[in-house]
C-alpha cells in the first residue's frame, strides 16, 4: 500500500509559477512510477505528466509540455511539478498517483493508488 498526500496548491494569477510535492508514504517510493493527473469543474480527469521509477523518462500531457516539469527525489519519497507560465484553463485539482507497473504511458487506469488533490486556482 501507498499512501500519496499533495501540497502546494493555491490561487495565483496567469503567468505565474506554482510547484506542487506529493509526499508518499508506504513501500519503496523508488519503485513506483508517478504522474500527475487533473480534473477541471465539469470535466474528466486527465493526464499532466509522468516520470518513471528512477526518473530518467518523462511524459506530458501536450497542452503543458514545455510549461510544467515533473522531478522526483527518491531520497525524500517526493515527487513534484513544477508548474510555470500558468493559465485560467489550468485551474483543477491536481491528484498525484503512484503504481509499480513499467511505462510512463497517459493511462490513468494504470495507477493503483492516488492522493487527495490540491486545487490550484488561476485567475486572468
Known amino acids: 500500500q501507498v499512501q500519496l498526500v499533495e501540497s502546494g496548491g493555491g490561487l495565483v494569477q496567469a503567468g505565474d509559477s506554482l510547484r506542487l510535492s506529493c509526499a508518499a508514504s508506504?513501500?519503496?517510493?523508488?519503485?513506483?512510477?508517478m504522474g500527475w493527473f487533473r480534473q477541471a469543474p465539469g470535466k474528466e480527469r486527465e493526464f499532466v505528466a509522468a516520470i518513471s521509477w528512477i526518473g530518467g523518462i518523462t511524459n506530458y500531457a501536450d497542452s503543458v509540455k514545455g510549461r510544467f516539469t515533473i522531478s522526483r527525489d527518491n531520497a525524500e519519497n517526493t515527487v513534484y511539478l513544477q508548474m510555470n507560465s500558468l493559465k485560467p484553463e489550468d485551474t483543477a485539482v491536481y491528484y498525484c498517483a503512484a503504481d509499480g507497473s513499467a511505462g510512463v504511458r497517459p493511462t490513468e487506469g494504470e495507477y493503483d493508488y492516488w492522493g487527495q488533490g490540491t486545487q490550484v486556482t488561476v485567475s486572468s
Open positions: 508506504g513501500r519503496t517510493f523508488s519503485r513506483y512510477k
